[in-house]
């Protein structure tokens, strides 16, 4: 039974570590750069700016604002598009590496643990279900590792249903 706890934390613990990887690691190395902080305060003080221009009066001073103002938006999606292309590309290679990770890890647990039975139940508890569940231990009552990663990622993938968005 140990076992099977082992492996279920194992599991766990593969799973929070992708989904760090792939969540909040882009979202890090990804941050706005000084350079986009200092646009956007610009361009909210041109807006400000705006406000107080009377364009019928001063409409030159209010055209070359509003280009300015303009420019700047452009600029500020711009970075915000290779910020998020950027993103994209570090979250796709993380994922990789998480899922790599991943497969490394179960096919350790499988070639480690594959005759040993993780859970030993009475056998009429099984019955309709006996031969898959017990493969590749051949134990009557037992139920081997594929069937219990496989009752293992449902459960991880409820709960995080449950609690995550």
């Known amino acids: 039974m140990v076992t099977a706890v082992a492996v279920f934390m194992l599991v766990f613990g593969l799973q929070f570590v992708r989904r760090f990887l792939t969540a909040y690691i882009p979202a890090f190395l ?3 750069s000084y350079d986009e902080k200092q646009l956007v305060t610009s361009l909210r003080e041109q807006q400000n700016e705006l406000l107080h221009i009377n364009a019928q009066h001063e409409f030159a001073r209010h055209a070359k ?15 915000g598009l290779q910020r998020q292309t950027q993103g994209l590309k570090i979250k796709g290679v993380l994922w990789v590496v998480g899922m790599a990770l991943t497969v490394l890890c179960h096919s350790w647990v499988m ?13 009429p508890w099984l019955a309709p279900l006996n031969r898959i569940l017990r493969f590749p231990t051949n134990i009557d009552g037992a139920i081997g590792l594929p069937a219990w990663l496989l009752i293992t990622n449902s459960i991880i993938f409820q709960l995080q249903r449950m609690w995550l968005p």
């Open 30 to 32: 990804t941050r706005p």
């Open 65 to 79: 604002l509003k280009r300015l103002m303009n420019k700047n938006e452009d600029e500020i999606r711009r970075k």
């Open 111 to 123: 070639w480690t643990y594959r005759y040993l039975p993780l859970v030993q139940l009475p056998t």
